[in-house]
């Protein structure tokens, strides 16, 4: 063996020898440890969750300048909603809760603040965050992220001599859209958030046709109030007296009005749109279904589709329904068929 060979073997015997490897993974080790980019999957800390932020009563007061009558939106079944500006000067939505649900219902006032921070976890595109709360005796507020003026119970049943008709790609659009966000109530909050009033005036619409749903979770300050609900929840609803009946299946049921009124540009007139839509769909007599102040499309058939998911979402029995997940697969896929 001459010099060189000599100088080869006792490298790789070297190389072989476990102590050498020890040292070397001792070394990998700490190099890795000292390393600026170093990003271990377990070790990443999970996204924080947005909680809502505690109010002062005053800080409201200042924001919607005293609950001024010029800064309501709109009143609803639960409360006034007003414009407001935050201390940085962004437009927020407060919604101030009718003193007479908080007081004659002890519900309301029960664990208000853990159920809005809780909700104010839901974060998607569909739904309207909500990124604070104010409490006080006799007071519960809910500070939102403001989202226009328009519901989609304006454009299909406040406009009137239909200058603002939205085509069929917005209604396939904001259907889509609008599942995706009850989908992450029911499927991806934990614990599951019911809706509870899925309708038109809830699903608010932005200058893109984006669909965003509001007054999520909020059933239980005013489970028995009829008003607003009726039409919109099943049957077996009312018959489990008011929040037992709170339930997935029914807020699919109410999506399924929300799409029938999509289709038909009708009112969901107290249940009546579902008997009468209802025999329409199953005999194919599409034609008399369809909005008629609008054009058909040229293909008919994603909108049949969407006619057949609607059927099926206002099913009588709850456990025949889809879940919501099942909607939004087939929506999806209406979706980038007709809004291309
Ligand atoms: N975050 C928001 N941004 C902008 N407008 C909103 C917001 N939340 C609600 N509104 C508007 O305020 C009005 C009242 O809404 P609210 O949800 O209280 O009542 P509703 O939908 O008419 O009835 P219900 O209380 O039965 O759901 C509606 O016109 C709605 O479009």
């Known amino acids: 063996m001459n010099h060189h060979q000599k100088l080869a073997y006792y490298f790789i015997l070297a190389l072989c020898s476990s102590s050498f490897l020890a040292l070397l993974s001792v070394l990998l080790f700490f190099l890795c440890r000292n390393h600026p980019h170093r990003q271990l999957p377990d070790e990443t800390p999970p996204p924080a969750k947005p909680s809502a932020r505690p109010h002062t009563l005053i800080d409201i007061y200042t924001a919607t300048e005293g609950f001024s009558h010029r800064r309501v939106i709109g009143e609803g079944r639960l409360g006034t909603v007003y414009a407001a500006l935050s201390e940085t000067g962004e437009l927020i939505a407060v919604k101030r809760i ?50 226009g003026v328009v519901n989609l119970d304006m454009y299909l049943h406040q ?13 396939v659009k904001i259907a889509a859209g609008a599942a995706r966000g009850l ?24 200058a893109e046709f984006i669909p965003k749903l509001s007054d999520y979770g909020l059933n239980y300050l005013a489970a028995r109030e009829k008003r607003g609900l009726v039409g919109y929840v099943d049957d077996e609803y009312w018959k489990a007296k008011g929040e037992q009946g709170n339930c997935k299946e029914n807020d699919v049921y109410g999506f399924g009005v929300v799409l029938l009124e999509l289709l038909s540009g009708r009112g969901c007139e107290e249940g009546w749109l579902v008997k009468w839509a209802l025999p329409l769909i199953k005999e194919m007599r599409f034609s008399e279904v369809f909005d008629p102040r609008i054009e058909y ?30 909607v939004v697969a087939i929506l999806n896929n209406l979706e980038t068929q007709v809004c291309v």
């Open 159 to 171: 406009n009137p001599d239909g200058a603002f008709l939205l085509n069929w790609k917005h209604r």
């Open 183 to 206: 989908q992450y109530l029911h499927e991806s909050m934990a614990p599951s958030v019911i809706h509870g009033c899925v309708k038109p005036s809830n699903i608010l619409i932005d």
């Open 98 to 147: 009718y003193p007479w649900l908080i007081l004659s219902n002890n519900n309301a006032g029960f664990g208000f603040s853990s159920v809005i921070k809780s909700l104010s976890s839901a974060q998607h595109p569909n739904l309207i965050s909500i990124t604070g709360y104010a409490e006080a005796p006799g007071e519960r507020i809910i500070v939102m992220e403001y989202a």
């Open 297 to 326: 499309p040229s293909d008919l058939k994603p909108l049949m589709r969407m006619g057949k998911v609607a059927l099926a979402c206002v099913g009588n029995c709850r456990k025949s329904r889809p879940v919501i997940g099942q």
